[in-house]
């Protein structure tokens, strides 16, 4: 099986088959690791106001330091498209970046061609511009981040998720469901977690919530290296493309010099907007 192969739905005859049957999987770390409660699903609501605040932040997001115009490919999320990456890629555009669009439509999983299309995209734009591209996913689209980075390390600068469920429990979201009948894939498949999980060789940024009511926070948290981190915000799931302080960070994170890439610096006032360190649950 190809690395951008996640699995297929249908056999060459084209005759439906049925899906694998979902193995047992042992008692441990990851099995203790719940979708969120209905509370912090309801919380979610709070999107609309999370654009707002955005709106409302534009003067001082605008203040931020200007980017140094390297091409960056957005993904969206699971059942998204393009148009609901519109607000961080005018936010990025107005920094100075050089933005795309996935142009796959809608997103409904690794189909067949779906992650190829996204390698050969990101290789297209690395040729067109000459330099290397950053990559940023939403939820779902932030795997196909990590899998592109992985597939062009050379070609990649960086990766940025938001709330991406690349760790932990598969089931562990409240859209698992709804991800098996679009896509035709199993969550429990092995193999996919085991590829899934494997961190993509360049530096790369997972920004969570903990109150995020889709993906549960523990499920898109690195493994902390010399070239991975984590950023905690307060942050719906469905808004954190949007949430003025993701942005802060994503244009922090973007500004870097990727020849001397560090963690990000949550000291002083910014420890009151975002977490990074040690994670408790």
Partial sequence: MSPLQISSSSNPEGMPTRRPQRPRRPAGSDDDIKAP????????GRAPWEYAAMVAALPWLRKLPQGDGHPILVFPGLGAADFTTWPLRHFLEGRGYKTYPWHQGFN??????VLDNCVEQARSIHEQH????????WSLGGVYAR???????????????LGTPFTGNPRATNAWRFYEWVSGHTVDDPHIMEMVRRPPPVPTTSIYSKTDG?????CSV?????LAENI????SHVGMGMN????????????????????????GARRWFFRTGALHA
């Fill in 37 to 44: 409660n209905a509370f912090l699903m309801m919380l979610e």
């Fill in 108 to 113: 409904f999983g690794p189909r067949d061609g």
């Fill in 130 to 137: 000459g330099e290397p591209l950053s990559v940023i996913g």
């Fill in 147 to 161: 899998e592109v980075a992985k597939a062009l390390p050379d070609k990649v600068r960086c990766v940025i998720t």
């Fill in 214 to 218: 889709i993906v549960a926070w523990r």
């Fill in 222 to 226: 690195n493994e902390v290296g010399p």
């Fill in 232 to 235: 905690g915000v307060h942050a």
């Fill in 244 to 267: 003025p302080v993701a942005l802060y960070a994503i244009a922090d994170r973007l500004a870097q010099d990727p020849k001397h890439w560090k963690p990000f610096d949550a000291s």
